[in-house]
């Protein structure tokens, strides 16, 4: 992520913070009007005048933004900028060769999380109220799926999300492998699962290039709230897609808040 979506963001981010005072709104669009409305100067002032004009919207705006935002905004958007830095540099092992890797920060304010993604290779894309990171460019319809979707589970627990994975695993003709607790890539219970054709008994069998797995990763935070993070990839992509998933999912960070 470049360093001007970064500013987009975080001047989303103040503005979804922002608590307008109705009369200071007014008062301040009531000034700029006044001075739009005075008669026109001479045509060699009219750029100067234009930008001034500009400039006067612009600084009132972030008058009233900065001075209005609340305090919980403030804390979030200095945390990310005092902790996190925009891009940096990684290493990866790909098919025993290692690679540098160029990654950028992704912020979600919704969820409260961070996560750095390797761009060159992926992209992030909102599918109803998760996030997923996808192939920057497709695969084909000869592939399956590669992905890995992040999303917030409200007032349950892990027992609770857990059983409704192994649901969602049965009903998408999967089956479980694993359930663990990992601490790489992060701190967390993890569910591993393969298309069920190629399992039988718990193990796998003839297994094929493009056999479906997925990993389940499954994180709860102080309160009732829990992280489930769902990779998606196939075999002969595990070395590939697998690492980079992996080594993304390594800088995910839940952001607290602190007051």
Same mark, same amino acid.
């Given at each position: 992520m ?7 963001k975080i001047?989303d981010?103040?503005?979804e913070e ?6 200071l709104?007014?008062d301040t ?5 006044n001075e739009?409305k005075?008669p026109?100067p001479p045509?060699k002032?009219?750029k100067r005048?234009?930008?001034?004009t500009?400039?006067l919207i612009?600084?009132?705006?972030m008058?009233?933004v900065i001075g209005?935002m ?10 990310i ?6 891009n940096k540099?990684v290493e ?8 540098p890797?160029d990654?950028q920060?992704?912020v979600n ?7 750095y993604?390797d ?7 909102k599918?109803g109220?998760?996030d997923?990171?996808?192939p920057?460019?497709?695969l084909?319809?000869?592939y399956?799926?590669v ?6 589970w409200?007032?349950?627990n892990?027992d609770?999300v857990i059983?409704?994975v192994k649901a969602?695993v049965?009903?998408?003709d999967f089956?479980?492998?694993t359930?663990?607790e990992v601490?790489e ?5 993890m569910?591993?699962?393969m298309e069920?054709e190629?399992v039988?008994?718990?193990?796998? +069998?003839d297994? @094929?290039?493009?056999? %479906?797995m997925?990993?389940?990763?499954? &994180?709860?935070t $102080?309160e009732?709230?829990?992280?489930? +993070?769902k990779q @998606?990839?196939f075999? %002969? ?5 697998? &690492?980079?998933? $992996?080594?993304?999912?390594k800088?995910f ?5 602190e007051?």
């Amino acid at each position: 992520m470049k360093r001007d979506k970064l500013d987009e963001k975080i001047r989303d981010r103040l503005l979804e913070e922002t608590k307008i005072d109705l009369k200071l709104r007014e008062d301040t669009w009531e000034k700029i009007n006044n001075e739009i409305k005075k008669p026109e100067p001479p045509r060699k002032q009219t750029k100067r005048k234009r930008w001034f004009t500009s400039f006067l919207i612009a600084a009132a705006v972030m008058i009233i933004v900065i001075g209005t935002m609340t305090q919980p905004g403030r804390a979030m958007i200095q945390q990310i900028k005092d902790t996190f830095v925009p891009n940096k540099q990684v290493e990866l092992e790909i098919e025993g060769q290692k690679e540098p890797s160029d990654v950028q920060l992704e912020v979600n304010e919704q969820l409260s999380y961070v996560i750095y993604i390797d761009e060159d290779h992926y992209r992030m894309e909102k599918v109803g109220d998760a996030d997923q990171v996808v192939p920057k460019e497709p695969l084909g319809e000869l592939y399956p799926d590669v992905f890995m979707e992040i999303s917030k589970w409200n007032n349950t627990n892990v027992d609770k999300v857990i059983d409704q994975v192994k649901a969602q695993v049965n009903e998408e003709d999967f089956s479980m492998l694993t359930i663990e607790e990992v601490t790489e890539p992060i701190e967390a219970t993890m569910i591993y699962a393969m298309e069920s054709e190629y399992v039988e008994d718990g193990e796998i +069998i003839d297994i @094929q290039w493009d056999a %479906e797995m997925q990993r389940y990763y499954i &994180v709860q935070t $102080d309160e009732d709230i829990v992280f489930m +993070i769902k990779q @998606q990839y196939f075999s %002969e992509a595990e070395e590939g897609h697998g &690492v980079r998933l $992996d080594k993304m999912l390594k800088s995910f960070e839940i952001i607290t808040v602190e007051e």
